[in-house]
């Protein structure tokens, strides 16, 4: 699990195609205390640490994930939010998180507000009766809350320390971003479809 609240920023340094995998091999801001296996948020994707040494991270990824998240587009040097996963005691200053992206989403519009910003994203079809004003979004990891829902898109607010610690403040309209939706309204909705199609 993860909180949304990223802890850095990482940087691609090398991606390596296999037969049905591929590696990618990413500098995270600390390895202090990792352990092989252990779950790490790149771009909001939960990603499993196969091997590291100093401060590169190496993570095998599958076919299906390069293919519905963003992490199929990303470019050497590139860089990713990262978030290690919560641990017992950790205090939750977002909400939780699964790293299960549901959809990619597109930025319409991306304006400087002040030291801020303000983003519209689209979300894809199937993922819209999920966003919902003032409730909150996994945007490429991190937590934000949802602000106008129009159009089948949504705004976001942004303060500048979110454009500091992360990459968001250097996307662009008409890049990609991952989605995640908050498990609690996701369980509302489909508790809610379930019964109306019931009666």
């Known amino acids: 699990m993860f909180t949304g ?80 996963s919560l641990r017992y005691g950790d205090e939750v200053g977002g909400h939780l998180l699964s790293g299960h992206i549901i959809g990619r989403g597109l930025i319409t519009k991306a304006d400087r507000v002040g030291d ?13 009766k999920y966003i919902v004003s003032k409730g909150y979004v996994g945007i490429d990891g991190i937590s934000l809350t949802i602000g106008d829902v129009n159009d089948g898109g949504f705004d976001l607010h942004l303060i500048p320390e979110t454009l500091r610690l992360t990459t968001l403040g250097q996307k662009h309209a008409g890049e990609g971003v991952n989605l995640e939706i908050d498990s609690t309204t996701m369980m509302i909705v489909e508790t809610v479809e379930r019964m109306m199609k019931e009666s």
């Open 5 to 84: 609240i990223v802890q850095g920023i990482g940087e691609l340094v090398s991606i390596e195609p296999g037969n049905e995998i591929t590696t990618l091999r990413i500098q995270v801001p600390s390895t202090e205390e990792l352990q092989i296996g252990a779950s790490i948020s790149i771009d909001g994707v939960c990603l499993t640490a196969t091997a590291f040494s100093e401060e590169i991270v190496t993570f095998d990824v599958i076919p299906e994930t390069l293919e519905k998240t963003t992490l199929g587009h990303l470019q050497k040097g590139d860089q990713v939010n990262v978030e290690r």
């Open 116 to 128: 801020g910003a303000q983003y519209t994203i689209l979300p894809p079809p199937h993922v819209r």
